[in-house]
């Protein structure tokens, strides 16, 4: 072989090293399902609700009836769902979260304000994936329940984006069980976040993987500029454990590995499914809980020990968020319908559909994985079986880098010996089905 022929051979078996997940047909079908008229035309409702600020109160205007016409829209998607899709509100008392927050209590004459959920059941039901985006908006100050606050991108863009995959995935077969989830309160504090993750730990279910989407508009910056085939996945490694830290943090602090986390664990999995199903896009991975000094929805699910995700276009304009509807200086103020680009939100919606399918198709992952702590310059691996599992996966990387770079299929074994080195490599195994459906990845640690 001459050497060019050589650095070929070479290059060509590195770019097939990268894990990819195989394509599932019912995946990339439903994917081509998803409409940005549809999107474009929810956002356009959502915005005409004047304000959707979590409080706010009123016949045709504010949040009730913008959670009244949110759940009407599910409902229709439940109509397709074979019985599987149910559809209910999460009502809470909001003073259970405005607890130190004087403003927002002498406000405070609603007593009950709702999320709206679709639960789509699977044939595991116990284990969950939630999808979300915040339908409640907010003005320029906080507690202002009566500016008008349209809300478009801030995140009209991320409750279409959730209302259109309700409508796509309903008819779709899954394992996990979904939820679609339209939040409120998110501008308040995260209360609608904070609620439901609170359910989901006390009813014992698994979440094994939530995304929220969250100004996914596409939005030009100040410049006019954008990144159209950029979208952010902001995901937290290693938790610090607090003393009130729930016992999954407090477990998930003392993995010897800085990024691999859960969330870590699933934003690699989502940049997978999207190389796979969309590969116009070009994910970039964000290795921490969220942009500088702001928060999201994922925040409440990662403190409690679940892999969460954020979503959020690639460039801010931040004269949409947060902002009186106003011109100052020649500058249109305000968070508009016409500011958002509805197919960069449809292939943001196509990028969780890829990754929420992907993992709700595929069997759960192996509840632990070890590494053997004999001394040698060889690995031993195993793992815990998974119910329905047919072969399982070994992934590595070398502990700098960010993403698995190595893949090796082992068959249906609970063990093996690899020639990597256990102290210059890092381990993961994920559990397949028959199809090649892949379970996300379970990192190995010290053990047996
Ligand atoms: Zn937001």
Redesign the pocket.
Known sequence: MSPQLKLIVLALSLAFAIPLQSQDKVISDALKRIDSNRIQAHINRLASFGTRHALSTGKKRGIVEAGKWIKKHFEKCAASSSGRMLVRYDSFDPRKFARGDRLALSKLKVKEIRSVLAILHGSEPERVIVVSG?YDSRASKRNDVTTDAPGAN??GSGTAAVMELARVLATVETKATIIFAALTA??QGLWGAKNLAQQMDKSQVQVEAMITN??IGGAKDKNGKNEEFVVRVFSQGRPQARRNSHERVKRLARVPSESDSPSRQWARYLADAAATYVPKMKIRLIFRLDRFLRG?DHRPFTELGYAALRMTEAKENFTQQHQDPRIENGIRYGDFPENVDPAYIARVARINAAAILSLARAPRPPAAAYISSRLSNNTNLSWKSVPGAKSYRILMRRTHEPTWTKSRNVGLVLKCELEESKDDWLFAVQARDEANHESLPTFAIPGR
């Open positions: 915040h801030d995140d998110e501008e969250d100004i999201g």
